[in-house]
């Protein structure tokens, strides 16, 4: 059964810097990996989706990487900013037929 | 064009009844995905429909069910309600549910079982 986890649980940073957000998963036999970001009372918003041939992927201060045969990703964010405050989830795209498995989130806090 | 749309927004209801969630997804999308986020289990997939058809289904009690109309709206069903499906249900949607498309979430519907 594939496990997601993602490191560290909460973060708080002070406006400007420059940070990395990690994801790990048990079964390299994946499709895909994405990220979304949630802010509070809401939906999901899908920010970057790495296809398993795909090394990374960035769009604007975001970039993601995978590592599939180590089982993991990291988001880097860039020139961090207060309105990226939310909590960003990592999900796995897997072989089976169960939809998409999520980690627990990373509760990120930019500080003005 | 319009975001998916999850109806209604909030629910309180008593164990023991029954409720029933509406999902109407992006335009042209005909792929709609039902998942049920908790503070301890976080996101877990319920099940998805395609063309009216269940294609896959998660790890959910009968108790939890769904079906999808012609126009690709999608409504969820919970019978005989716990306190444990206390949660807020997400649907999404994309336009064929192949492996490596986005996913486009609605805002859920919080559901509150007393």
């Known amino acids: 059964k594939q496990e997601v986890t993602q490191i560290p649980a909460a973060l708080s940073v002070p406006e400007g810097e420059n940070l990395v957000l990690n994801c790990s998963f048990t079964d390299s036999a994946i499709y895909n990996l994405q990220w979304f970001r949630q802010d509070p009372g809401k939906g999901l918003t899908s920010l970057l989706l790495i296809q398993s041939s795909q090394r990374e992927q960035t769009s604007g201060r975001l970039n993601a990487s995978l590592d599939k045969s180590s089982g993991r990703s990291t988001l880097y964010i860039a020139a961090s900013q207060p309105g990226d405050s939310a909590t960003y989830l990592c999900a796995v795209k897997g072989g089976g037929a169960d939809g998409l498995t999520f980690g627990k989130g990373t509760h990120l806090i930019i500080q003005p | 064009k319009a975001g998916v749309t999850q109806t209604p927004r909030y629910l309180i209801k008593t164990r023991g009844q029954q409720v029933t969630l509406s999902c109407s997804p992006i335009s042209g999308h005909r792929s709609v995905s039902w998942y049920q986020q908790t503070p301890g289990q976080g996101l877990q997939f319920l099940f998805e429909?395609?063309?009216?058809?269940?294609?896959n289904k998660g790890n959910f009690p009968g108790r939890f069910s769904g079906r999808q109309f012609s126009n690709s709206r999608s409504e969820m069903n919970v019978s005989t309600l716990e306190l444990g499906d206390s949660a807020l249900y997400l649907c999404?949607?994309?336009?064929?549910?192949?492996?490596?498309?986005?996913?486009?979430f609605g805002s859920g519907t919080q559901l509150s079982v007393l």
């Open positions: 999404a949607s994309s336009p064929e549910g192949g492996a490596n498309e986005k996913l486009f």
């Open positions: 429909y395609f063309s009216e058809t269940q294609r």
